[in-house]
């Protein structure tokens, strides 16, 4: 049983465009953290989120915990080539460090 | 720079073979994690290690596979006998167990023929 959905699962912009990344479930996380994964290599580490509502921003990245901590945004402004990659959600909802990832979302962006 | 180190990096092994993968966390990490990744199934949680100690191996196939510490800076993953449905990309990440922050490594890529 699949507790995250990412949608889109594909995304396919030029360089310059805006998107969002949602990340959807009907549990209630602890935290919930945005993993952004380049071919061949680990998942790094972008944000964790621990309080509805909560708005982070990491330069052209803006993360957003929803209100009642089951779902969560991914904005990016502008984006590069750079930001190509699969992008995974992943949530904890017993607040012990055990993540569940989400299914993913593959961006290319193109020069 | 500290990181987490896999090895190895890639396993080519025919069915029935036992496979046995390394991860060495970083340094002073006391909490490690066993993932696997597949494009059906994405990224699923194998095990997790806090202070050397299985707390949860729920996520993997109790038959077939084992995860131990021999000591803090070794996690192995063990797979025996092996078989297709196990070819993968099979990660290991590590963290301070105070903070979210969980370190993956390359990754060790398994085909099981």
């Known amino acids: 049983t699949q507790l995250l959905e990412q949608s889109p699962q594909f995304l396919s912009i030029q360089e310059g465009e805006n998107l969002t990344v949602y990340c959807n479930s009907s549990?209630?996380?602890?935290?919930l953290q945005w993993y952004r994964q380049e071919p061949g290599e680990g998942p790094v580490l972008l944000v964790t989120?621990?309080?509805?509502?909560e708005v982070k921003k990491l330069k052209r990245l803006t993360f957003q915990f929803g209100d009642a901590r089951k779902d969560s945004s991914l904005h990016i402004t502008a984006a590069q080539p750079g930001d190509t990659g699969l992008y995974l959600c992943?949530?904890?909802?017993?607040?012990?460090?055990?993540?569940?990832f989400g299914t993913g979302t593959r961006l290319k962006v193109l020069a | 720079d500290a990181r987490v180190t896999q090895t190895p990096r890639h396993k080519v092994t025919e069915m029935g073979q036992e496979v046995t993968m390394r991860c060495q966390p970083i340094?002073?990490?006391?909490?490690v994690f066993w993932y696997r990744q597949t494009m059906m199934q994405g990224l699923e949680l194998l095990a997790y290690?806090?202070?050397?100690?299985?707390?949860?191996d729920s996520g993997m196939p109790k038959d077939r596979f084992s995860a131990e510490m021999p000591d803090a800076t070794l996690a192995t993953l063990k797979i025996q006998p092996s078989e297709p449905r196990d070819s993968a990309v099979y990660f290991c990440?590590?963290?301070?167990?105070?903070?979210?922050?969980?370190?993956f490594g390359p990754g060790t890529r398994l085909t099981v023929t």
């Open positions: 992943a949530g904890d909802t017993s607040g012990t460090y055990k993540y569940i």
């Open positions: 340094l002073g990490h006391n909490t």
């Open positions: 989120v621990v309080t509805g509502g």
């Open positions: 549990s209630v996380f602890s935290s």
């Open positions: 290690f806090r202070n050397r100690a299985p707390l949860d």
């Open positions: 990440a590590s963290g301070d167990g105070r903070s979210y922050e969980q370190y």
